[in-house]
């Protein structure tokens, strides 16, 4: 699989990863190096870890590090433990990416499956269903987009893609076919994980929580489900945190930064994320989504639910 150049190297600080990189950035921030690869040198870059590199040593270990914080541990566990394992599928031709990225998602606490094409994803994730399949785009034969739509034909499963494309039509794509984040090579394989525990902790949500409802639209969060007028709405795990979200504010505006934060988690990202996964959502909720009357725009600040389903100028 071709990759995209190495980007060249930042000065580390003494946490080792590039000064001022913030933790969370989306498009392939190298946010610490990974063990076992020079300094800087983030996963999927020509210079990454090298082949055989021992992923589950202790050396290679960032518990290994009195200094290492915990790598993907969900709120509510700071030691670093992984309440309920979930079970991962990393699908990626890469055997170099594929065993940093295993390693990384076994020391947080999971249970990996391999699989390096698409046909193979297809068949391991039939004989035992992921929680979270991990998919790079670029696989051959069957690209991850056509994988993509397959798992999502058989149900609904959370899916990261990875991408050594950093074109922003590739990115929209992706979303677009049903993944709930991308990350983009070269990536920082803590990065990953973090995305990764970012998408399960909103697959697990809180018991207790009284379904919110409005203008027919409900949604159950401890069943993750959502319906239209009894209706059941196909909705992947984004939109239907997205919508759950604008339930719970009817009539508030929220900035595309503030959607991000608080539904995605993220403190910094590409808000195109925000835009695409608003207008598929309005596209199985609005009755007209080409003149969006529940999901409204609201110029100059990001979007606001409207429950009574008034037309706006």
Do not use: N
């Not at 670093?80 to 599928?89: E, H, M």
């Amino acid at each position: 699989m071709q990759q995209p150049h190495d980007p060249a190297p930042a000065q580390a600080d003494p946490a080792g990863s590039p000064a001022g990189s913030p933790v969370g950035s989306p498009v392939g921030s190298p946010v610490g190096s990974p063990v076992g690869s020079p300094a800087g040198s983030p996963v999927g870059s020509p210079a990454g870890s090298p082949v055989g590199s021992p992923v589950g040593s202790p050396a290679a270990s960032p518990a290994a590090s009195p200094a290492a914080s915990p790598v993907g541990s969900p709120a509510g566990t700071p030691d670093g433990s992984t309440a309920v394992p979930a079970r991962i599928l990393v699908v990626d031709d890469d055997p170099t990416v594929a065993e940093v990225v295993a390693g990384y998602l076994e020391r947080a606490g999971h249970l990996v499956d391999r699989a390096d094409d698409g046909p193979a994803a297809l068949t391991r994730a039939a004989a035992h269903r992921p929680d979270l399949v991990v998919l790079d785009l670029m696989l051959p034969g069957m690209d991850g987009l056509e994988v993509c739509r397959r798992l999502r034909d058989t149900g609904p499963v959370p899916v990261v893609m990875l991408t050594a494309r950093g074109d922003e039509d590739d990115r929209i794509l992706g979303l677009e076919v049903g993944a709930d984040d991308y990350v983009t090579k070269p990536f920082s394989p803590r990065e990953l994980v973090l995305r990764v525990e970012s998408v399960l902790r909103r697959t697990r949500p809180a018991a207790g929580l009284v379904p919110p409802s409005a203008a027919g639209l409900t949604v159950d969060p401890g069943a993750r489900r959502a319906t239209k007028e009894g209706a059941e709405l196909a909705l992947t795990l984004r939109e239907f945190d997205l919508l759950a979200f604008f339930l719970r504010h009817p009539g508030r505006a929220f900035a595309r930064e503030e959607l991000m934060r608080e539904v995605w988690g993220w403190d910094f990202g590409d808000l195109s994320t925000v835009t695409v996964h608003v207008r598929r959502l309005r596209g199985k909720v609005e009755d007209d989504p080409a003149r969006p009357r529940l999901i409204q725009t609201v110029w100059g600040v990001g979007y606001r639910f409207d429950p009574t389903g008034r037309e706006t100028d």
